[in-house]
């Protein structure tokens, strides 16, 4: 099994029930591993499903109205579309540790830092009562948070962004899991904490061979610290490159992503922005979702179609098909 990926999406589809009867689709067709021990960038623009896609990890689709329409999601080989209440509990939190996109808003505002730690120390219903305490500290301590006694004692209010961001994340590796989806944790933070955030995550890899999936919008951040990147746009990932390739990117809207940075360090002079908005959920244009937006769009790229996932090689597959063009 271990040779085997942790996280298996294949043409996962994640439908909103709007009513009775009526259905809208919102992720279509996502496809990527994530191999133990890997850091994942999931990247692309506000809307794209990203966090749906995140939230199908965790079991908490319902919470939006949202469900698995089909496809396969398989985490340690346990079938993750089969998977029920109970067996969430022992998943959730336990196995793949979340850090929630609205996780700057903090911690839970009216209890003790300390509290929600143990809090998630004692998921683990055999963990020790008489060493909650001490574990606590201890994940302070991996989270590199400076008098982990002081703050036990603390308010989320009395805390900086990073250090909020720091105590989500001790949340998320209570149970030491072997997985941690960390939804956008260094939006809103400035850049040198952002930094450190993202040295942090590379200390519990490094330490514990946990696998991440970072999702972000800013791709040339988690170009640094990621090993591969999957590219979503319009509910369906349209590439996954490893991060060292990305010059050299086979899709045309990861180039578009790519092109779109803002570089602080050399500044390019004009500042390249991607054509158009983002199609809406519920009129997505019927062959390549990215056409209408496409500097290289021709009339077979609008027909009616599921868009093929090439594979270049075997962390790289683009579903453009006119990726061989993209140089020309
Ligand atoms: N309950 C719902 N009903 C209708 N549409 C929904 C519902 N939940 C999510 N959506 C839509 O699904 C799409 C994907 O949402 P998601 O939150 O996954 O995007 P995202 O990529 O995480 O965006 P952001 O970068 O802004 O966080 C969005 O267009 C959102 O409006
Ligand atoms: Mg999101």
Known sequence: MSDQPLVIIDALKIDVRLTRAKRLPIVDTATFDVKRGEIIGLIGESGSGKTMLCRSLVGTLHRRGAYIASGKLVFDGIDLVAAKGAQWSDIRG??????????????????????????????????????VKERAIELLNIVQIRRPEVVMHQYQHELSGGMKQRVMIACAIAQQPQLIVADEPTTGLDVTVQAEIMRLLLSIRAEFNTSIILVSHDLPLVNQICDD?????????????PSKDITHAKHPYTRALYDSRIDLVEPKGKLTTINGQPPTVGSWPLGCRFSERCDFVRDECRVPQTMPIISLGPDHFTSCIRYTELDK
């Open 229 to 241: 990147i999957v590219v979503m746009h319009a509910g369906t990932t349209v590439e996954k490159i």
């Open 94 to 131: 336990k196995q793949i540790g979340y850090v929630p996109q609205s996780a700057l808003a903090g911690p839970n505002p009216v209890m003790l830092i300390g509290a929600q730690l143990e809090e998630a120390i004692l998921q683990d219903k055999n963990f020790p009562k008489s060493k």
